[in-house]
């Protein structure tokens, strides 16, 4: 008391009081701080366990038609990882977009008894590593899961996927043709004509496994192991036994994001001294708000917490006072003639190589 006191006699009141006012609040906000941190940083706090599709907004959303879509296109989602990532990244792919999935497989080198989801291949982490590692992880699914879905995704983990729009899509097609599908790059190699499906999500269907783990993979002559990325290998193995899709919507809006949405989004015109606009196989609008399709599938390059703030803002949050005038209808079939049709159009990318695209088709994928 005596100390007050005495600052009491040297210092008017007023003074005093926002003295120990400040002093107050900054220790609340480092309390604050340092609490917050302790959360976000902690990766136990985040639930393993693998749950049922459960749609958190389902008091908000009406979800007969995602119900549908669940039962009816069925996917099997199998995500690379490796063991450094268990706690990092893995929990967050659980807990969103991961529980949507027909099937969850997380393909390791190491397996972890705390996560059964997670399937252990022989084979060493690295890039260099990364054909091989692909290689066995389709045909570990085929081996094991064939019957498990009819639509099989590969993805890094840190993608995120909106599984809801991607049985979107996948609706319009049918399983047993041979389909390639994704954000299709061209790329200036004369043995990869077709190009091949980049980062951010791509999906192969039940047909296209079969054809590359029956008698693709190990083939020497139509798959010959070089040292490239695992996808542009895919590309390809697979570019003469499957038709190839590029994820875009019906105004020609990009769906799926290799390198990121921001980074499609920051530029305006193409830059065509960056990669990304060299490899693109098709022309799409870039920059600003209009530059992607309402029906987002998935990115590339999306940080573990990012997933929570993704599943946030896509599940939960509701401009008050607003809707969109549209009745929601599932999309209707397209015809082998459309979907081949489509993509067998002459690209304009930098990267691209003239030629006659070859399709060889069974009988049993004509519809």
Not at 43 to 51: A, E, F
Not at 318 to 327: A, D, E, I, R
Not at 339 to 353: Q, Y
Request: net charge positive; glycine share 4%; with cysteine.
């Amino acid at each position: 008391m005596k100390f007050f006191q005495k600052i009491l006699n040297v210092c008017p009141i007023k003074e005093v009081l926002a003295f120990l006012l400040g002093f107050a609040m900054s220790a609340l906000i480092v309390r604050l701080i340092i609490t917050n941190n302790k959360v976000l940083n902690r990766p136990n706090s985040v639930n393993l366990k693998i749950k049922n599709p459960n749609y958190v907004t389902k008091d908000s959303y009406e979800t007969k038609l995602a119900d549908q879509l669940y039962k009816e296109v069925r996917i099997l989602c199998m995500v690379f990882t490796h063991p450094d990532n268990r706690k990092t990244k893995v929990p967050y792919i659980i807990n969103t977009w991961g529980k949507k999935c027909n099937k969850l497989i997380l393909l390791s080198t190491k397996n972890d008894s705390s996560i059964p989801e997670i399937i252990a291949l022989n084979h060493d982490n690295g890039r260099k590593n990364l054909w091989k590692k692909t290689r066995l992880a389709l045909e570990y699914v085929y081996k094991n899961h064939f019957n498990d879905a009819d639509w099989f995704l590969r993805a890094d983990d840190d993608n995120y996927i909106q599984m809801e729009n991607l049985r979107y899509k996948l609706y319009q097609y049918h399983p047993q043709t041979s389909l390639y599908i994704g954000s299709r790059f061209a790329i200036h190699k004369d043995d990869i004509s077709e190009g091949y499906m980049a980062g951010g999500g791509n999906v192969l269907s039940k047909k296209a496994l079969k054809k590359f783990a029956t008698f693709i993979s190990r083939n020497e002559t139509l798959c010959n192991a070089k040292q490239e990325a695992g996808d542009v290998m895919v590309g390809r193995c697979i570019q003469n036994f499957a038709i190839f899709v590029d994820a875009r919507d019906s105004q020609n809006q990009k769906q799926i994001f290799p390198a990121g949405v921001i980074e499609h989004m920051k530029h305006k015109e193409p830059d065509m001294k960056y990669w990304y606009f060299r490899y693109l196989y098709r022309n799409v609008t870039q920059g600003g708000l209009d530059c992607c399709s309402d029906i987002f599938i998935g990115s590339h390059y999306v940080k573990s917490k990012g997933m929570y703030f993704m599943d946030y803002l896509i599940n939960n949050v509701h401009p008050f006072g607003l809707m969109k005038n549209v009745t929601e209808a599932l999309p209707r079939k397209l015809s082998l003639d459309e979907i081949i049709a489509s993509s067998d159009k002459i690209s304009f990318a930098e990267n691209f190589v003239p030629h006659k695209s070859v399709h060889f088709i069974d009988d049993d994928e004509k519809y």
